[in-house]
């Protein structure tokens, strides 16, 4: 049963959002997906709107409660996430690391001063910035991996002293809920206003009502391109801040030095990680010319390795797809590539999708985002090729290089036009936990990041004494008498 939670009160949700759930390892129908209602959306708004800001000195504390709270339910949570969208547990096991670990970070940058600086100037008087909240914030997270999206929106939210409205997909509702009845159950604790942290469930339209709400002041958001350009536009209207991350198709570059085992094991991993549904999967294979099919070969027989089942089974490797309808678009767009699908001999149950590779398409006709275990193969002459066909997309979140000779490999990366480029690794986790993680083009707008993601929930405010620097001066005239 899906529930909301507004104002501190939990209510059944009612209001079907016009699709049904399925079970991704049997492909069972569950029943309909039911979201919020329009009173209770009205009513999470009215009250984030009169809390306003979540004003405490005590902030750090009880984030940090709310981790401890976040970590006892965290083998819960993942085991909700695989069961909803399809992902071995032995992968959203791991991600539940960032569940508590949201909270924890959140906490310690507040306690290195982050929110708070201050400046002298040439005469001695001090300068005082202060990064405040913006006000209530919307938090909107897709179906791949909702719980752990949420946990790190919700915790730097929170650390600013916003008011969060928690929006999850209504494609996967249940981690994301039992999450958020760990964070209510600590702010309870902590006595912290009912109205600080809310959830609200449903599809576009809940979404829409939420962002274009005047009464909400900043919106991060991470899903597709679509949903992005609308959240953007509603935003716009209301000069409101907003953080976007909408996918990438990103390419791994070979380099013609790199063993084969080393690219065939990277692009595996890349091509099949959260069963293919990641913003960060591969979506171009650029490889050495003459080498396409060797490559392609390898690649297939690594992925033909892998153990597929139910995800809920800690032997599996490769699940299902979260549903039949994501499966159909994923095959529409693979088959629409052109040239020809080399498919993976894998089998599995319910919404699973062969991962397959598609070589002899035309560049300009694999420029889009698929979300699904497919990718497109292209060949290359010389580095300067590769690079263009890297580039050769509007998205720019991540990028891949291969290749033994390390220094080539770091040089063709800081070619590549993208938020984030791994040479010679392909997992998904960031580089180092406080570097930024933007994106370039249409895969975002205004960076992520330990940091970067606190800093946005916030608005600097600079007050200081001016004293002797006025431009010009208000003394009465001298008497020429």
Not at 177 to 184: K, P, T, W
Request: proline residues 6%; contains cysteine; hydrophobic residues 45%.
């Amino acid at each position: 049963m899906t529930s909301d939670l507004v104002g501190g009160s939990w209510q059944a949700c009612a209001t079907e959002t016009g699709i049904h759930l399925e079970n991704p390892a049997t492909g069972e129908v569950i029943g309909p997906a039911l979201g919020s209602s329009p009173e209770r959306v009205e009513a999470a708004l009215a009250a984030a709107d009169a809390l306003g800001a979540w004003d405490s000195a005590d902030r750090a504390a009880v984030l940090d409660a709310v981790a401890a709270e976040v970590a006892g339910a965290a083998p819960e949570i993942v085991a909700l996430e695989s069961r909803a969208t399809g992902v071995p547990i032995r992968q959203t096991t791991p991600l539940g690391m960032i569940l508590a670990g949201a909270f924890a970070l959140a906490a310690g940058q507040l306690r290195t001063g982050l929110l708070t600086s201050v400046t002298t100037r040439e005469d001695g008087r001090e300068v005082l910035v202060e990064r405040l909240p913006w006000g209530p914030a919307a938090c909107l997270v897709p179906w791949n991996a909702p719980a752990p999206m949420a946990a790190h929106k919700v915790a730097n939210a929170l650390a600013a002293g916003c008011p969060v409205i928690l929006k999850p997909s209504e494609y996967a509702p249940s981690g994301t809920e039992r999450l958020a009845v760990a964070i209510h159950e600590a702010l309870r604790e902590a006595g912290a206003p009912p109205a600080l942290f809310q959830l609200l469930h449903g599809g576009a339209d809940v979404g829409a009502r939420i962002v274009g709400d005047p009464r909400i002041r900043a919106v991060s958001f991470t899903g597709g391109l679509g949903g992005g350009r609308a959240v953007a536009a509603a935003c716009a209207y209301d000069i409101k801040p907003v953080q976007l991350e909408l996918g990438g198709n990103n390419a791994l570059i070979v380099m013609p030095d790199a063993d084969e085992d080393a690219a065939a094991r990277a692009a595996a991993d890349l091509l099949t990680t959260l069963n293919g549904q990641w913003c960060r999967a591969l979506g171009r294979l650029i490889v050495p010319a003459g080498r396409e099919q060797a490559l392609v070969d390898a690649i297939l027989r690594r992925v033909e390795t892998l153990v597929t089942g139910d995800p809920a089974d800690e032997a599996t490797d490769y699940g299902p797809l979260i549903h039949s309808g994501h499966r159909a678009t994923v095959i529409k767009a693979r088959d629409g590539l052109g040239g020809t699908v080399h498919e993976a001999a894998l089998d599995g149950p319910g919404n699973t999708l062969a991962p397959a590779l598609v070589t002899g398409a035309d560049p300009a006709d694999t420029v889009d985002e698929i979300f699904g275990p497919v990718a497109a193969v292209h060949g290359y002459r010389d580095l300067d090729e590769a690079v263009r066909l890297a580039n050769g997309t509007r998205y720019g979140l991540e990028g891949y290089v291969i290749g033994a000779d390390e220094e080539q490999a770091l040089a063709t990366a800081r070619r590549v036009r993208a938020g984030e480029v791994k040479v010679n690794g392909s997992s998904i986790m960031s580089l180092h936990l406080f570097t930024p993680r933007p994106a370039w083009g249409i895969s975002g707008y205004s960076e992520e990041g330990t940091a970067e993601t606190l800093l946005f929930f916030t608005n600097p405010r600079v007050v200081g004494v001016e004293g002797g620097f006025a431009l010009h001066s208000r003394e009465e005239p001298h008497s020429r008498e």
